[in-house]
């Protein structure tokens, strides 16, 4: 039975895009890009831009034809800029709960206690058109009982816009286990490639095949954290928001 309390991600769609996008509206639904520092490689694509088959972190000089025959819109980082629309978002998550955990500059976790038996796809909704409303940031919404699966909920959002309306919540056992054979291994929240490797010798391709392995393989193959992470995906909750706030930055990254 999955636990009864509910974590929501937040994730700004094509983040950077989006906030030039703002204040440029002649890009909009076109194939943009927007490239690292000293225009090094991409960092932020357009869903056009990603249907056109172009990679992320793909090298700019190596991709200058491929810019040019495909009509993309090429630019440079605005981190002032980004970094004030970040803010924005953020300010209004906290609007929704008081529990947030700013995870990256276009990512948040949210977590609802004592929310009870409360509409959350309704509740995700909410939280997507509000700051759409008063910021102009599309975003999809992930909710489930843990951070992990809240990851899982918040990819099949973003894949399936049409579908989710760009929110999806895992509330039940069926959803769990269905989400976790459609995502594969490489694209799970804390599997690096050495991890993925590893485990694809034990012919794990997919989340669920991860957690179908035992606890005491795990432990004795790999450390806790690997252990944590599958808890987390089997929908007990053991990996936390971050409980200082404090620690709040718009450059946080963290990993596993």
């Known amino acids: 039975m999955l636990c009864t309390k509910k974590i929501a991600l937040i994730d700004c769609n094509s983040f ?30 357009s869903d056009e831009a990603k249907a056109i088959g172009l990679p992320m972190g793909a090298p700019a000089f190596k991709y200058e034809t491929f810019f040019k025959t495909n009509n993309i819109q090429v630019l ?51 939280i997507r058109k509000r700051i759409l409303k008063w910021t102009g940031i599309p975003t999809s919404v992930g909710i489930a009982p843990t951070k992990a699966l ?42 690096g490639r050495g991890l993925q490797k590893r485990l694809s010798a034990e012919n794990c391709k997919t989340a669920y095949d991860f957690v ?14 690997e252990l944590k992470l599958k808890k987390d995906l089997e929908g007990i909750p053991t990996l936390k928001l971050d409980e200082l706030k404090t620690k709040r930055a718009i450059a946080t990254t963290r990993s596993f």
């Open 150 to 191: 809240s990851k899982v909920a918040g990819k099949i959002a973003r894949k399936f816009p049409n579908e989710t309306k760009g929110v999806y919540v895992i509330d039940s056992e069926e959803k769990r286990i269905k989400a976790l054979k459609w995502i594969k291994l490489e694209a799970v929240w804390g599997i």
């Open 16 to 45: 950077y895009v989006s906030c030039e996008r703002l204040f440029n509206p002649k890009i909009r639904r076109k194939p943009v890009v927007v490239l690292s520092n000293n225009d090094g490689c991409v960092i932020s694509r």
């Open 212 to 225: 179908q392995l035992t606890d005491d393989w795990i432990r004795n193959h790999f450390s806790i954290t």
């Open 76 to 126: 440079s980082s605005n981190y002032p800029l980004y970094g004030d629309m970040s803010n924005r978002v953020m300010k209004i998550l906290d609007q929704f709960t008081p529990d947030v955990e700013v995870y990256s500059i276009d990512e948040a976790f949210l977590e609802f206690k004592d929310f009870g038996d409360y509409d959350f796809q309704d509740y995700g909704n909410q």
